[in-house]
C-alpha cells in the first residue's frame, strides 16, 4: 500500500505574515489527518517562516526548485544544503512552469535530483506534456523522454527516494482537471516506465501524485484511480479551507 501524499505549490504567492496566518487557519484543518503525508512548497523567502509555523505538526515543507551545485559564485542561486539547514525536507523539480519560462532541461532536473539525494531531500519531480503534445498523440513519448532523461544515471535505491508529480500543462491554473481516468492512464504508463528502468519494488512502491486544477470537489475522483497516490495543488492550496478540504479527501 502506498501512502497518499496531499502537496502544496504555493508557487509566487505569500508574504511572511501571509505564510503564519496560513498556518493558523490550516493546522487545527489538519491535525488528526493521519492518512496521508502533507507536504507545503512555499517560496524561499518565507520558508524560515513556514518551518517554524509548522514545528510539531504533521506538515513538511518543501523548496520549489534548487540549484545543483553545493556552493560557490552562483548569484542568486539557491543550494541543496542551503534548504536543509533551513528545515526543508522535500524539494519540487522540474516544475512545468520552470521548464516553459526559465529553460529548465531534463538535463539539469537530473542533475537537481542527485543533488536534492546527495543531502537527502525528497525530490517531488514534475513531468507532463502540453496541450499541443497530447493532441498530436506525443503524451507517452514526452512523458518517457522526461523520465528516461530526468533519471538518467540513477540506482534502483536513488530512485526508491523520488516522488513522481504527472501534471499535464494543459490542466495547470486553466480549470481544466484531467478526468480521473486520463491520469489514472498516465500515471499507470509511468509506472510502467518504472518498472522498466527500476524493476520492482521500486515501481510498485513508487508515489506518483497528480497536478493540475486539483480542488476540494474533484479529489475524492481522482484518488479513486489505482494509479494515482496523491496530488500537487497549486491554486486551491493557497487557501487554508480548500487545502484542507483536499487534505480531508
Ligand atoms: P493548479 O492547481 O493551480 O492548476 O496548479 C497545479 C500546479 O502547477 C501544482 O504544481
Same mark, same amino acid.
Given at each position: 500500500?502506498?501512502?497518499?501524499? =496531499?502537496?502544496?505549490?504555493?508557487?509566487?504567492?505569500?508574504?511572511?505574515?501571509?505564510?503564519?496566518?496560513?498556518?493558523?487557519?490550516?493546522?487545527?484543518?489538519?491535525?488528526?489527518?493521519?492518512?496521508?503525508? !502533507?507536504?507545503?512548497?512555499?517560496?524561499?523567502?518565507?520558508?524560515?517562516?513556514?518551518?517554524?509555523?509548522?514545528?510539531?505538526?504533521? =506538515?513538511?515543507?518543501?523548496?520549489?526548485?534548487?540549484?545543483?551545485?553545493?556552493?560557490?559564485?552562483?548569484?542568486?542561486?539557491?543550494?541543496?544544503?542551503?534548504?536543509?539547514?533551513?528545515?526543508?525536507?522535500?524539494?519540487?523539480?522540474?516544475?512545468?512552469?520552470?521548464?516553459?519560462?526559465?529553460?529548465?532541461? $531534463?538535463?539539469?532536473? $537530473?542533475?537537481?535530483?542527485?543533488?536534492?539525494?546527495?543531502?537527502?531531500?525528497?525530490?517531488?519531480?514534475? !513531468?507532463?506534456?502540453?496541450?499541443?503534445?497530447?493532441?498530436?498523440?506525443?503524451? %507517452?513519448?514526452?512523458?518517457?523522454? %522526461?523520465?528516461?532523461? /530526468?533519471?538518467?544515471?540513477?540506482?534502483? %535505491?536513488?530512485?526508491?527516494? =523520488?516522488?513522481?508529480?504527472?501534471?499535464?500543462?494543459?490542466? =495547470?491554473?486553466?480549470?481544466?482537471?484531467?478526468?480521473?481516468?486520463?491520469?489514472?492512464?498516465?500515471?499507470?504508463?509511468?509506472?510502467?516506465?518504472?518498472?522498466?528502468?527500476?524493476?520492482?519494488?521500486?515501481?510498485?512502491?513508487?508515489?506518483?501524485?497528480?497536478?493540475?486544477?486539483?480542488?476540494?470537489?474533484?479529489?475524492?475522483?481522482?484518488?479513486?484511480?489505482?494509479?494515482?497516490? /496523491?496530488?500537487?495543488? /497549486?491554486?486551491?492550496?493557497?487557501?487554508?479551507?480548500?487545502?484542507?478540504?483536499?487534505? $480531508?479527501?
Amino acid at each position: 500500500v502506498r501512502r497518499p501524499i =496531499i502537496a502544496g505549490n504555493w508557487k509566487m504567492y505569500k508574504t511572511a505574515r501571509e505564510t503564519v496566518e496560513f498556518f493558523e487557519q490550516f493546522k487545527p484543518l489538519v491535525k488528526i489527518s493521519h492518512h496521508c503525508d !502533507i507536504v507545503i512548497a512555499a517560496p524561499f523567502t518565507v520558508l524560515v517562516d513556514a518551518v517554524k509555523a509548522a514545528e510539531g505538526s504533521n =506538515i513538511a515543507i518543501a523548496a520549489q526548485d534548487l540549484f545543483w551545485e553545493a556552493e560557490g559564485a552562483y548569484t542568486g542561486e539557491i543550494s541543496p544544503l542551503m534548504l536543509v539547514d533551513v528545515g526543508c525536507r522535500y524539494t519540487l523539480v522540474g516544475h512545468s512552469e520552470r521548464r516553459q519560462l526559465f529553460g529548465e532541461t $531534463n538535463q539539469n532536473v $537530473n542533475k537537481k535530483i542527485k543533488a536534492a539525494l546527495s543531502v537527502n531531500l525528497t525530490p517531488i519531480v514534475c !513531468i507532463g506534456e502540453m496541450l499541443e503534445e497530447r493532441e498530436a498523440n506525443q503524451t %507517452q513519448k514526452v512523458i518517457q523522454t %522526461q523520465f528516461l532523461e /530526468g533519471f538518467a544515471g540513477l540506482t534502483a %535505491q536513488a530512485f526508491s527516494r =523520488i516522488i513522481l508529480a504527472y501534471e499535464p500543462v494543459w490542466a =495547470i491554473g486553466t480549470g481544466r482537471t484531467a478526468t480521473p481516468e486520463i491520469a489514472g492512464e498516465v500515471h499507470e504508463y509511468i509506472r510502467g516506465l518504472a518498472d522498466a528502468s527500476f524493476g520492482q519494488p521500486g515501481a510498485r512502491n513508487l508515489r506518483i501524485l497528480y497536478g493540475g486544477s486539483v480542488k476540494p470537489d474533484n479529489i475524492k475522483g481522482l484518488m479513486a484511480q489505482a494509479h494515482v497516490d /496523491g496530488a500537487l495543488v /497549486g491554486g486551491a492550496s493557497l487557501n487554508a479551507d480548500s487545502f484542507g478540504s483536499i487534505v $480531508n479527501f
